[in-house]
């Protein structure tokens, strides 16, 4: 017996004889977890190359620098009101040095509405109301859009780029320089979970994003077309395994489509994008975000032939888990934020959103908002958790996790692969069978108390009913008078011209044409959101998730 | 015989699609014994009362995770013009205490917010049912 192995063994008797030490455990993908971790569960890197961030398959980082080098992205979610509301709170952040931005649209927009066609008492309330050139030029007055960074909340047919790219003509700045990134593009997620998103039939949403994606490789090369989103799969339940896993199965799916059309994939493949949910199982998100880059690197190189680094390289958005809050003891969240926050920073992201505290009951109010900024700032300047790349890189537990979350993901890929890829998967209700069982198990666990939530099931004390300060919503006179305003926009329009967009996309439907060249004309010719939307729809189908319950 | 389950509709009204929550909730009613009607989100108000119609619904609950619960002041008027009064509706989602108030006023039976216990809402449930039924023996004997 070696020293070693002597000592492991002394080790093991006094654990053992330990109260409790016996309970088995195991994180949220299903990954058992031991009491302790040595140089026995984990042989190292392998490759020489692989100790080193920037260098494949990137399970340290994707660049040579990481957050050493220059910070990850702030993005928080912006939107609420009228696009004068939105300027108004775009410009302050810009004035406090933020370059990249975000632009939530109305759930009437999400659902591919005008503000004439819906309810008047929704609009405004969960996002800015955005219909119309008009519209858009008011959003973004006096902000240099070639020096901002937008995050476009913008599904299949991408109408809030097209309204942007006008924008961008009018006043004569090349489609070129601007920047950002289509950021509800990601259809099968909208298939499958966050199904607001979901505006088109999926063959026709399928099509349109490989247009979208072809459509900006060649007009607007800066702008990313596509974020794959783990996020809504996640959030609707999926475990962290299974979002990583599902969310690679689609960017595979997605660069097959452009294969397909012939496009090169180091053309294409640099420019998408991830994003990703950050659960509290602080550990488990930190090795999920590994191994996830890792596997893409391979998913990269070897099945879909990339030969450039920037194509193997998995770039991902993450935001802080809203399931995670809790209602109850709501000021507990700043604490969850940080737990979750740090395991992204760990995990090596480019780019964060940080949730308010009071997610659980409200649209955040401007101090939960601001709080939510300064943990960031707090985590990376008072707490310097970005001094050293990948700190955790080579702890015994973090290295044999992320191969084990590697071995379960790369199992639920092979699952997918084996009916067929994502888009059959979905079409089978697999994936969301998946998700709805993983959710309700969770919760059973919660409600069993094996997963404690501090003021839920564990710790509870009374509420205080002062705790639950919500945002306002916008003056329901001020939203009347914005719809007013559209209507008027379509009176006094060339109809004409509007029309012939609208007709010239149908037929772009119908035929072979880029559809998302056709969306980008119909917008530069006066039609709105809504009628863009609907047009679409008539060619292409109105979207009809498949929901398995 | 033995007593007829609670029927229950569990649905989305508006534009938010986030249905993790009805799904949970609608799963765990049917675990619990009732007849649950489960639909995709987007209803609009006169789909949900023509479905309460023709399920002869008990119990209406709506989840509201971005704010459709502003519509449920309209969905109570549109259960009482259709002579559904009898309809127990409860709320489920992030649904801010001002607005709470509101939806109590409205009519809405009960509202639960995150964090509340699937046992606890299938009881509610059964027993606003059990209430429902009770207004309509007496409407028509």
Known sequence: MTEFEAAERRWREAFDASS????RLANRSGIEVQPLYTARDWPGEGAPEAAFPGEYPYTRGIYASMHRGRSWTQRQLIGLGTPEDYNARLREILAHGASAISLIPCNSVYRGYDADEAPVELLGTCGTVVNTVEDMDRAFRDVPLERISCGMNDPSPFTLQALLLAVAKRRGIAWTRLTGTSNQSD????????HMFFRLELAGARRVLADHIAFCNERAPGWNPLSVVGQHMQQAGATPAEAMAFTLCSAVQYAGDCLERGMDPDRFLPRF???????????????KFRAGRRIWAKLARERLGAKDPKSWRFKFHAQTSGADLTRQQPLNNIARVTAQAMAGIFGGLQSLHTDGYDEAFSTPTAEAARIAVATQNILREEARLTDVIDPLGGSHYLEALTDRMQERIEAIIA????????????????VQRMIG???????RSVERGEQPVVGVNAYTAEEDPDAYRSLDYPERARMEAHVARVREYKAARSNDAARKGLDALARAAQGKENVMAAVVEAAEAGATHGEICAALRRELGFGQPLIVV | MPERPPKVIVTKIGFDGHDRGSRVVAASLRDAGMEVVYTPPWQDIAAVVKLATEEDAEVIGISSLATDHLLVPKLMAALRAAGLGEVQVVVGGIVPAKDERELLEAGVARVFHPGAALEDIAAEVRSLAAKSRAMKERAFP
């Open chain 1, 415 to 430: 699952r997918i692969d084996a009916a067929g890829g994502m888009y059959q998967a979905v079409r089978q209700g697999l």
């Open chain 1, 20 to 23: 409790g030490a016996g309970k």
């Open chain 1, 273 to 287: 994008t991830y994003f990703f949910d950050i659960s509290i199982s602080f550990f488990e998100e930190i090795a």
């Open chain 1, 437 to 443: 069982e993983s959710a309700a198990a969770f919760q």
């Open chain 1, 187 to 194: 259809c099968l997620s909208h298939f499958v979970a966050n």
